[in-house]
């Protein structure tokens, strides 16, 4: 039977340091800032949203919520972002992807200020992670190496496979392990021989998008098993991509959906967002704002 990883738990601990650190920068009159972007009203992106002002409140920080209509422009937007860039009571701003099909994601990321792209999906925070030099790490693939950590088992010299190649978890994924020392392998719906290679994983994780996608015949004997995915199952529930029933018994660490990965990409967001606004109110130290 395999060791559960509890990123619930996890999670707490990591804002539990959060919100220590984010008291003792309130003694120096700084309140970390969340501003938070939503366009439209897709449900899945009104709980994560959520969950991420819930947060803010756990760790003690202030956060803004912009829920704008589905019809917002682009200019508007990029008007809001080009506002909160100049804000210095904001640190961090997030906007909640998807989009919609109008508006550009990338011209609209790229509009964010680096110094304040928590999320870390800003072409010069990419390109900042591709070479080991970051000041903040994209929150899902960050909080899959903290689970990893937990567990104790090295990366360096394993065989590191992550099944999804996106700009969001896969790739990013992908150069963290290699960061680490792991041998990483890279899988996608092209892939030939899936199992083959996935079976050889000593740490398999999978964000693919597909509710029982990975099954025990494509594990290792007592490896990692870190599920990205957030699905809905026949039954509506949410579930990973990893047949969690089939996969556990094989597995020598799993993490659940839910419970899993999820509450570590918000832990992780609030480090960024701490890290954002030591950041800012070194600079705004400097610069105080004209009355
Ligand atoms: C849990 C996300 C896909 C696309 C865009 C806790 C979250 C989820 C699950 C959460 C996610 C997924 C977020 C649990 C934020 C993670 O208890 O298992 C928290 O809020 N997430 C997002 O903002 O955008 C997404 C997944």
Redesign the pocket.
């Known amino acids: 039977m395999a060791n559960l990883i509890n ?2 738990e996890i999670a707490a601990q990591v804002k539990a340091e959060v919100a220590k650190e984010s008291e003792k920068l309130a003694e120096y009159g700084v309140t970390p800032g969340l501003a938070v972007i939503i366009v439209g009203d897709d449900p ?2 009104k ?2 949203v959520r ?2 002002k819930r947060a803010c409140e756990e760790v003690g920080f202030y956060s803004e919520e912009f829920a704008l209509p589905e019809k917002t422009s682009q200019k508007e937007l990029l008007d809001l972002i080009d506002t909160l860039n100049k804000r210095f009571d904001i640190d961090g701003i997030l906007v ?2 998807p989009l919609p099909k109008h508006l550009n994601e990338k011209t609209i990321i790229g509009a964010i200020s680096p110094k304040k792209d928590v999320d870390a999906f800003s072409p010069f925070n990419v390109g900042r992670v591709m070479i080991g030099e970051y000041r903040f790490l994209p929150c ?1 693939p960050a909080g899959v190496m903290e689970l990893i950590k937990s567990t104790g088992v090295e990366i360096s010299g394993k065989n590191c496979v992550v099944i999804g190649r996106s700009n969001i978890v896969g790739k990013p994924m992908a150069m963290m392990l290699l960061h680490e020392n792991g041998t990483v392998t890279v899988c996608h719906s092209k892939t030939e021989n899936l199992s083959e290679i996935t079976s050889k994983a000593d740490i398999l994780i999978s964000a693919v998008g597909k509710a029982h996608f990975v099954t025990a015949d494509m594990v290792k004997e007592g490896a990692v098993v870190i599920d990205v995915g ?1 699905n809905n199952d026949e039954d509506g529930k ?1 579930c990973g991509d990893v047949d969690f029933e089939s996969v556990e018994p094989k597995a020598g660490y799993i993490t659940p ?4 990965v ?2 570590m ?2 832990a992780m967001l609030m480090k960024n967002t701490l890290t954002a606004a030591k950041l800012n109110s070194a600079v705004a130290a400097k610069r105080p704002p004209k009355k």
């Open positions: 990123g619930k899945a992106s709980i994560y969950n991420k909640q992807l899902t957030m949410l959906v839910p419970g899993g999820g509450p990409t918000i």
